[in-house]
């Protein structure tokens, strides 16, 4: 079945396969006329050479017409046989023998189940097989069981075979059709991801912005208030508003690369800086006491552990709080 689906899936040219095809059987059956039994065959002259052409070449057109070249080859085939012009099926001499114009007929059926719809198949599979097996046995009175026999054979062979590789062909079609769209669903899951990361990205730098750049400002309007009198206070509180400053740029500079980096996997998480989880609360809550505003904080039971999501948005919930 592996070789059946390869030869399903080759992409060859419909025009090039069937002049080769015509080609070969046309000479084929040109060259071999000579080896069929003197007493069932007569010798073809112009009108036999004629019939012979007429049953291969219009192979050649056989993607543009394909039950029109079919019925062409049938009656050629019928007509080459009828006036003795071509070797029987079956004889005396044994068993078999199937020769180019037979072969010719064979691979129009095959072509015509390959590529025709259910309609023009059936024809081919229902009507055509069962007329020339008829026809081809009332050729050969003596032999008319086998005949019919190895003409229903031949061509339902050749019909099955064709209707097999259009199932097959139809499948490697759907699969890669499914593979896209699964390909396509994947492209637009991540673009969504990456939306809704960006979106998340976004509030964290309105959160941080706005918390932190607050903070500063009243630091430094606090570090202004007392730099007369109390120096100290002043450096301590500018000091803060350095640190805060410098934490503000580490974060921002972690969310603009997420920002920066449409691939996901182009990130190495080990270069970023961890994000702030519910443990980074007490030193939060101590750089707005120090910038001057009264806030109380407690802790009650034992902390338990959260996944990082949960963690850093705890931390930009009391981060808002203390911002508003």
Same mark, same amino acid.
């Not at 050729?139 to 229903?152: D, G, K, N, Q």
């Not at 009264?294 to 009391?318: I, K, M």
């Given at each position: 079945?592996?070789?059946?689906?390869?030869?399903?899936?080759?992409?060859?040219?419909?025009?090039?396969?069937?002049?080769?095809?015509?080609?070969?059987? /046309?000479?084929?059956?040109?060259?071999?006329?000579?080896?069929?039994?003197?007493?069932?065959?007569?010798?073809?002259?112009?009108?036999?050479?004629?019939?012979?052409?007429?049953?291969?070449?219009?192979?050649?057109?056989?993607?543009?017409?394909?039950?029109?070249?079919?019925?062409?080859?049938?009656? /050629?085939?019928?007509?080459?046989?009828?006036?003795?012009?071509?070797?029987?099926?079956?004889?005396?001499?044994?068993?078999?023998?199937?020769?180019?114009?037979?072969?010719?007929?064979?691979?129009?059926?095959?072509?015509?189940?390959?590529?025709?719809?259910?309609?023009? /198949?059936?024809?081919?599979?229902?009507?055509?097989?069962?007329?020339?097996?008829?026809?081809?046995?009332?050729?050969?009175?003596?032999?008319?069981?086998?005949?019919?026999?190895?003409?229903?054979?031949?061509?339902?062979?050749?019909?099955?075979?064709?209707?097999?590789?259009?199932?097959?062909?139809?499948?490697?079609?759907?699969?890669?059709?499914?593979?896209?769209?699964?390909?396509?669903?994947?492209?637009?899951?991540?673009? /969504?991801?990456?939306?809704?990361?960006?979106?998340?990205?976004?509030?964290?730098?309105?959160?941080?912005?706005?918390?932190?750049?607050?903070?500063?400002?009243?630091?430094?309007?606090?570090?202004?208030?007392?730099?007369?009198?109390?120096?100290?206070?002043?450096?301590?509180?500018?000091?803060?508003?350095?640190? +805060?400053?410098?934490?503000?740029?580490?974060?921002?500079?972690?969310?603009?690369?997420?920002?920066? +980096?449409?691939?996901?996997?182009?990130?190495?998480?080990?270069?970023?800086?961890?994000?702030?989880?519910?443990?980074?609360?007490?030193?939060?809550?101590?750089?707005?006491?120090?910038?001057?505003?009264?806030?109380?904080?407690?802790?009650?039971?034992?902390?338990?552990?959260?996944?990082?999501?949960?963690?850093?948005?705890?931390?930009?919930?009391?981060?808002?709080?203390?911002?508003?």
């Amino acid at each position: 079945m592996a070789f059946i689906d390869a030869l399903a899936r080759r992409q060859l040219s419909p025009a090039a396969l069937d002049t080769a095809l015509a080609v070969v059987f /046309a000479a084929g059956g040109l060259a071999a006329r000579e080896d069929a039994p003197a007493e069932y065959v007569k010798e073809p002259g112009l009108a036999g050479i004629l019939l012979i052409l007429l049953t291969t070449l219009p192979l050649a057109a056989h993607h543009r017409r394909p039950l029109p070249v079919l019925l062409t080859i049938a009656a /050629a085939l019928l007509a080459l046989r009828g006036l003795d012009y071509a070797r029987p099926l079956v004889g005396p001499w044994g068993g078999p023998s199937v020769g180019f114009v037979h072969l010719a007929l064979a691979t129009g059926v095959f072509l015509t189940a390959l590529r025709s719809g259910p309609r023009t /198949a059936a024809w081919a599979g229902f009507a055509l097989i069962p007329a020339v097996a008829v026809a081809e046995a009332l050729f050969m009175p003596a032999y008319r069981l086998p005949t019919a026999v190895t003409v229903i054979v031949l061509l339902t062979g050749a019909w099955a075979l064709g209707r097999l590789f259009m199932a097959r062909r139809l499948a490697a079609r759907e699969t890669l059709l499914r593979a896209a769209a699964v390909e396509r669903e994947q492209a637009a899951n991540a673009r /969504a991801a990456l939306a809704r990361e960006r979106t998340r990205i976004a509030r964290e730098l309105h959160d941080i912005v706005a918390h932190n750049v607050s903070l500063m400002v009243v630091q430094t309007i606090a570090a202004g208030r007392v730099r007369e009198r109390d120096p100290g206070t002043t450096r301590d509180l500018l000091r803060t508003v350095e640190e +805060t400053g410098r934490a503000t740029v580490t974060e921002l500079r972690r969310l603009l690369e997420v920002l920066r +980096t449409d691939d996901e996997a182009d990130r190495d998480p080990s270069r970023e800086p961890p994000q702030p989880s519910t443990e980074a609360i007490p030193a939060l809550v101590e750089a707005v006491r120090a910038a001057g505003l009264r806030v109380d904080f407690s802790r009650t039971g034992t902390p338990a552990p959260l996944p990082a999501g949960s963690e850093l948005t705890a931390y930009r919930v009391v981060q808002e709080a203390l911002t508003n």
